[in-house]
């Protein structure tokens, strides 16, 4: 039997199997129900799964949201989406993407958060052929030196390091699922991926009141696409009044949960 492609889905012989996993749930401390919100008709979630599934890369693609009565919301959403979604616990991430790699095997993860409704999927595509470039590679990230804004990092990890951080991490590194590796690159091999020029002084995220105006700015302007990083900047370049609307929002430590 042949098999028929799926858009957004990269074929099974096209190097490691790349499963994409969405963190997504209600709670937020700073923005309760940002992963829902609507931009130019489409979900901060959908825009999300919209850009991992453009990037061409994936073999499979799942949202893991909460056992929490809350995200039965974001389970809903998954099910308009047309999207896996795997439940897990509330607070160990770690744990709910192990359980959503073991619902959905592949060789490697690629990370997103469900706040990053601007993600560009010709990042993702790059991350992932950096990748497969480079075997042996536990993890690779644009955030280790950073140089892109906030809230277009892109991350992946091999599936069996992701595994050993589950035996390994505790405390915070179990919130924020990858920090062991790169907090102790002594111990995986870690690559940091860079694109110039610098932009990591804007931010692009969705954690506060402040980042929704910004963003929803950005969504008035360009529509319902994903636009692409170069595109982005040069227009906000020209649009101080924006930039300024979230530039002294403190981004939470990693310690911070």
């Given at each position: ?201 804007l931010r692009l995220t969705l954690d506060t009141e402040r980042d929704w105006a910004l963003v929803s700015a950005v969504v008035d302007h360009f529509g319902d696409v994903s636009v692409p990083l170069a595109t982005l900047t040069d227009w906000l370049h020209g649009q101080p009044h924006l930039r300024a609307l979230n530039a002294d929002v403190r981004q939470k430590q990693?310690?911070?949960?």
């Open positions: 039997m042949t098999a028929v492609p799926v858009p957004g889905v990269a074929p099974d012989d096209a190097g490691p199997r790349i499963v994409g996993i969405v963190q997504a749930r209600m709670g937020s401390s700073r923005l309760p129900g940002k992963v829902l919100r609507p931009l130019a008709g489409r979900s901060v979630l959908g825009r999300v799964v919209r850009a991992a599934l453009d990037s061409g890369v994936l073999a499979d693609l799942v949202v893991a949201t909460s056992t929490d009565a809350v995200d039965d919301a974001v389970v809903a959403e998954c099910a308009r989406l047309g999207v896996a979604c795997h439940r897990g616990p509330v607070d160990d991430v770690l744990g709910r993407f192990v359980g959503a790699l073991a619902a959905h095997p592949g060789d490697a993860v690629l990370r997103f958060t469900a706040d990053c409704p601007l993600l560009d999927p010709e990042i993702i595509t790059l991350v992932a052929s950096v990748y497969r470039a480079v075997p042996g590679l536990d993890y690779a990230s644009t955030s280790i030196a950073r140089t892109l804004p906030r809230g277009l990092d892109v991350e992946i990890i091999r599936a069996e390091t992701l595994r050993t951080l589950d035996r390994l991490a505790t405390d915070h590194h179990r919130v924020h699922v990858t920090s062991y590796a790169y907090t102790y690159p002594e111990l995986f091999r870690v690559l940091g991926v860079t694109l110039t020029p610098d932009r990591s002084a990693l310690e911070e949960c």
